[in-house]
């Protein structure tokens, strides 16, 4: 599977060919990584995509995007985040509230149920070891057996010694996750690094 991901990282360097999206999509530095959810959801056609920390929303509409791939295909894009935001998508549900509550876990499972397992999560949330492991050991329950988890941000940056553990950052929260796992710096995220799972790889 590793060789289909580096041709989409190597495809996510270049436009998207007759998106819309592609002349209003924010951040230069953050386009690839968009590009790569779209390439790789239009690829693996997950029935669910879960983007946990949405922002301003780029993301999650490159997701929807390749999850529209044809007729014959239809998946659904979660959403979580504690700001408001607006995607008009009829395929994207968007949940208002803090990803380590309870109460979004739970919205979150009766979509599951009502759409099927989740087959790629890009997780952009808090950047705090603490705060990542439980969003971990909360939404992993809900994967498909194929399943993709994506991590911004893991750099040392992320460690801020009032909110984490001691030696405990966004590096040691990575390097815990069970999976065949690579890191991507510099090339999806520019000036960051990002993490691919695969969950179940043997």
């Known amino acids: 599977m590793w ?21 209003v999509a924010g951040n230069p530095e ?3 990584y968009y590009r790569f959810l779209y390439h790789l959801i239009k690829w693996r056609h997950p029935y669910v995509a879960l983007e ?14 390749g999850a529209k ?7 659904q894009v979660i959403g979580i985040d504690i700001h408001a935001v607006q995607i008009p998508y009829s395929n994207y549900h968007f949940i208002n509230g803090d990803s380590t509550a309870m109460r979004t876990w739970a919205k979150v499972g009766a979509m599951v149920q009502d ?22 050991d909360l939404y992993s329950g809900f994967l498909d057996y194929s399943a993709i988890w994506i991590c911004d941000d893991i750099t040392p940056a992320f460690f801020d010694e009032k909110i984490d553990p001691p030696g405990c950052g966004m590096i040691q ?10 890191l991507f710096p510099d090339v999806l995220h520019f000036g960051n690094t990002q993490g691919i799972i695969l969950v179940n790889a043997k």
């Open 173 to 182: 929260y990575f390097d815990e996750l069970p999976g065949d796992k690579r």
């Open 115 to 136: 759409y099927g397992k989740i087959g790629i999560v890009y997780q952009d949330s808090s950047h705090h070891y603490e705060a990542s492991r439980r969003e971990w």
């Open 52 to 65: 946990i920390g949405v922002e301003g929303g780029f993301a999650s509409r490159y997701m929807c995007e």
């Open 3 to 23: 060789t289909e991901i580096e041709y989409l990282i190597q495809l996510s360097q270049q436009p998207i060919a007759n998106l819309p999206l592609e002349s």
């Open 69 to 75: 791939y044809n007729d014959r295909y239809d998946g």
């Open 30 to 32: 953050r386009r690839n």
